[in-house]
Structure formats: structure tokens, C-alpha cells
């Protein structure tokens, strides 16, 4: 299993504050808008992202990071292996993810995920 990004989640009700400082002033692209999320960074550079969110989708809370990987079943069963607390999934989500929620040893909220081709 691989990971292919990590993406810092901020919790807000405030989306037009983020998307004024992040995309007008700071000149970030608007990578992805679904309501509830909008993450900016760089198509040039996908290392270079931030995700502003009221939820994590589906009811669930905000997540800390969402961390991609290739193999999301791969990281579940070692999530599992480990003895760490699974709080949510794994789901498909209507978006085109499978993910599943963990908390991390510091008690963060990990979305794990996997786009669905």
C-alpha cells in the first residue's frame, strides 16, 4: 500500500472566508467544490492542497486529514490489525471515494481513502 497525498481538513462554516483568502488573495486554484467541502491548491502540484469543510460528507464530522492511498481495503485490514478504532466505513461514498474514518494515536480524526474508478 501506498500513500499519494495528505490533505490538511479545516472545519468552517465559513466557506466564502476560506475561498476569499486561499483562492482570491493567495491565488489558489478551486480543485474541488461539493458544498459542504471545497479544497484549493495547485493543478500543477497536487502536494500543494487545503480543504475547508462544514462535514465530512455523508453525516459525518469533519475529519482532521483525508490521506489517500492506493489500496484503501489494504489500509483498513491494517487499521483493524493494529487495534486501531474504525469510527466510520469502509464506505462508498456517492462522491466516488471509498473511505473509512480512524482516529489516530493522538486522538485526530484520519479519513482513509481511495478514488473509486
Known sequence: MKVKRIVTNIHTEKMAEA????EEVLG???LMDH????TYGSSEQTSVQISFASEGGSG???PD?????????EAY????????????GPADEPWG??????RDPFGKLINI?????
Open 35 to 38: 458544498g459542504w467541502i471545497a
Open 28 to 30: 489558489l486554484e478551486l
Open 97 to 102: 471515494v471509498r473511505r473509512f474514518y480512524v
Open 113 to 117: 481513502l481511495s478514488h473509486q474508478s
Open 60 to 62: 459525518t464530522r469533519t
Open 65 to 73: 486529514l483525508s490521506i489517500e492511498v492506493d489500496d484503501v481495503e
Open 77 to 88: 485490514n491494517r487499521m483493524l490489525q493494529a487495534g486501531f478504532r474504525i469510527e466510520y
Open 19 to 22: 475561498r476569499r483568502f486561499y
